[in-house]
């Protein structure tokens, strides 16, 4: 019994996966990438974008297909718009949100004996489920040795206008602090070297909880605290922070312990102060660049990544000039440069869609340029010198060569070395850049 599970969209589906992926391993199914081979096939959705959902729908079409040749049981899971459940529950057997992980099997089991009858979707009270997060007890099967993703939210209260994840993933709910560090601890004694925690609005984790839970510093320190304790060698990173509830005190956290990594993504959506009033950012252009100050002022080796929509409903010429400005000011190492896609029930959509396909790609490269500039130019400041750089695998396109990433994400590559570096971390002298991209040579020890 084969099972094949894809995954699109962010970190945050990654890790549902590897959940959902020991859920169905513990039904006895052995796991595949290979969609031809598998029994029991599914997608794990991303709404982000109109793109990502038509992905889902291209895949499921092929698959129902499939189902007039061999037995075939199809689910769906993951971000998923009200409006799309509903086409979904037509085209797929199961269509389950995350929070009812536990009862996965259950409801396998049933459409294994029952896979010609109607779709199941076994939910009633959704509202009262969606509060549910028993999933994060099921033990994730992690997709890598060396790399891991650790919830500790889940949900958004935020609403900014364009975008799908509240309606998705409902409202914003913590993990219990206890959880995420236990889970951290277990990771960190395992000689995972870089963990990520997860969340919406990772920043605000623990609001939700009314003074009975720990605040976001106070997880970072303690996840601090735990990495000196430990005398282990890793990096620990987090996404995505809100600008809103970025306080110094995270900052300063960061600065404190060498395992928290000095890298921060802090998404900033637009540089226009009436465009992000719009797509209700709640915070000002000027709040932003304060934030960037703390970080150059208390982190100065921090690699600073965002992301940014162009095309959004009105934005005019000199809006984009905006953003552009504040990318030169920036000086992003990383930027993911989207371009706008109006989301059904989230309250853009209901805006005029004004900019023109071809407008929003000449925008993306704009912005790109901009970016490509400023990180070359940090880039080039690196030559000569010895960073530590995680290796993570070989390099598909030099022979002979290694991929890896320093603690500030950048991407490198490693001339020399050979594979049984994957997975360490090791000193590499920097020999050349490109714009977005570093090639070294790693120091051998002494
Ligand atoms: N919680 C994170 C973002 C989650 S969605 C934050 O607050 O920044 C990931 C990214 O997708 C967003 O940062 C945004 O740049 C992009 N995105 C979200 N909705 C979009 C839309 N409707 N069209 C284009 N890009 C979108
Ligand atoms: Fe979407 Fe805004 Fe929530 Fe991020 S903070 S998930 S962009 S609503
Ligand atoms: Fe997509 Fe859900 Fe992430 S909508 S971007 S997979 S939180």
């Known amino acids: ?77 993951g971000c998923i718009l009200p409006a799309d459940e509903k086409k979904f529950l037509k085209l797929f057997d199961l269509v389950f949100r995350m929070n009812e992980l536990p009862e996965l099997p259950d409801m396998l089991h049933q459409c294994g004996v029952a896979t010609e009858f109607s779709a199941m979707h076994p939910l009633n009270d959704l509202h009262r489920e969606d509060e549910r997060t028993d999933f994060w007890q099921v033990d994730p099967t992690y997709s890598s040795e060396f790399e891991a993703f ?21 409202r914003e709910v913590s993990r219990a602090s206890d959880d995420i560090l236990a889970e951290v601890k277990k990771l960190v004694e395992r000689d995972v070297k870089a ?10 984790y623990g609001l939700d909880k009314k003074g009975e839970e720990i605040s976001f510093a106070e997880l970072l320190r303690k996840v601090g605290e735990l990495g000196q304790r430990s005398g282990k060698d890793f990096w620990l990173y987090f996404t995505s922070p809100h600008p809103r509830d970025m306080t110094r005190d995270v900052i300063e956290a960061i600065a404190d312990y060498d395992c928290l990594a000095k890298q921060i993504h802090l998404p900033v959506q637009s540089g226009d102060e009436k465009l992000l009033r719009r797509m209700n950012r709640n915070h000002s252009i000027e709040d932003y660049l304060k934030i960037v100050d703390d970080i150059r002022e208390l982190l100065p080796t921090a690699t600073i990544f965002t992301d940014i929509i162009v095309g959004f409903s009105g934005e005019t010429d000199e809006q984009l000039e905006n953003s552009a400005a504040l ?51 940090h880039n080039e400041a690196m030559v000569g010198k010895v960073y530590r750089v995680l290796i993570d695998g070989r390099d598909r396109r030099v022979d002979g060569a290694l991929t890896g990433r320093t603690e500030g994400k950048l991407p490198v590559r490693v001339l020399d070395g050979s594979e049984d570096r994957v997975g360490t971390i090791c000193d590499v002298e920097i020999t050349s850049v490109a714009e977005l991209s570093l090639t070294g040579r790693i120091r051998q020890v002494r």
């Open 195 to 204: 963990i990520t925690l997860l969340g919406q609005n990772v920043n605000s």
């Open 150 to 170: 650790v919830p500790i939210q889940n949900g958004c209260d935020k609403f900014c206008s364009y975008c799908a994840v509240p309606y998705t993933r409902g």
């Open 1 to 77: 019994m084969k099972c094949c599970v894809v995954t699109l969209g962010c970190q945050m589906n990654q890790s549902d996966s590897e959940r959902i992926r020991s859920v169905i391993e513990g039904m006895g199914y052995e796991m595949t990438s290979v969609e031809e081979e598998a029994t029991l096939i599914g997608v794990v959705a991303c709404s982000v974008r109109q793109k990502a959902i038509d992905k889902v729908y291209s895949k499921i079409q092929k698959w129902n297909q499939w189902k007039n040749k061999k037995p075939l049981v199809t689910f769906v899971s």
């Open 327 to 377: 990318m030169e000011r920036v000086k992003f190492n990383m930027a993911y440069i989207a371009k706008y896609s109006p989301r059904v029930g989230a309250r853009s959509a209901r805006w005029e869609d004004d900019i023109s396909p071809q407008v929003k790609s000449e925008r993306l490269a704009r912005l790109s340029d901009v970016l490509k500039r400023t990180s070359l130019a």
